[in-house]
């Protein structure tokens, strides 16, 4: 167990609608990071924040969007859902940013999209 | 080309055998090299990582890096069954890059 939970574990819903996946990070850890992993693209980073600000974003599209909370909790939007959403989002937690060992990520159980 | 190159596998060995996961990059930017393990059904777990060429060894693990070549390996000895999963390389440089990973079955 990381220490990273993210809610739900799978969520089944139909295209056109918007979902909510919840991360909740490690204890004492500042990043969040949202990642998105699917058979044939692989694992794909989405977006990072760091203390409550955006920090670096990846191949994000636009109907999605991210938050994290002064709590250090992190939700991200999924919206106009279409049938290539469908993926496993996963959410990843550190200390600080960059490299390891403060930067290094630990990732929590991931939420199963499917869009039908 | 894309900039991480992994081998899908599945690569099968018999248990106790040495393996060797491989992976290729293009972007000499790159900074430091990871090695995740991924269980079915899990979340990545990150297993060694390294910012220099040369070897670094961790129990039955050991991470290779070759800057020259653009080419990164993760070796098992004493493969056990428990280490079936599918294993992923990343780099990065100002945000983390994943190989798509390489299956690994190790038979008992």
């Known amino acids: 167990d990381s220490g990273v939970t993210q809610t739900p574990k799978h969520l089944i819903t139909a295209t056109g609608q918007r979902v909510t996946l919840r991360c909740s990070p490690r204890s004492g850890d500042l990043s969040v990071y949202w990642y998105q992993q699917s058979l044939d693209q692989g694992l794909q980073f989405l977006i990072q924040y760091y203390n409550g600000e955006e920090r670096a974003k990846g191949n994000i599209l636009e109907r999605f969007s991210a938050q994290q909370f002064p709590d250090l909790h992190s939700e991200l939007n999924l919206s106009s859902l279409e049938l290539g959403d469908s993926a496993l989002y996963f959410c990843?937690?550190?200390?600080?940013?960059?490299?390891?060992?403060?930067?290094?990520?630990?990732f929590g159980p991931g939420t199963r999209l499917t869009v039908l | 080309q894309k900039e991480v190159e992994q081998d899908p596998g599945p690569l099968s060995v018999p248990e106790g055998a040495i393996v060797s996961l491989n992976c290729t990059y293009s972007?000499?930017?790159?900074?430091?090299f990871m090695w995740y393990r991924q269980y079915s059904r899990k979340g990545p777990e990150l297993l060694m990582y390294t910012y220099s060429s040369g070897n670094k060894e961790d129990g039955r693990f050991t991470a290779q890096v070759d800057k020259s070549s653009k080419y990164i390996s993760l070796f098992i000895r004493d493969s056990q069954p428990s280490d079936s999963a599918t294993y992923l390389c990343a780099m990065d440089d100002d945000k983390i890059i994943f190989g798509k990973g390489t299956r690994l079955h190790i038979l008992p």
């Open positions: 972007n000499s930017a790159f900074q430091y």
């Open positions: 990843a937690s550190s200390v600080g940013m960059g490299a390891p060992p403060g930067g290094a990520q630990f």
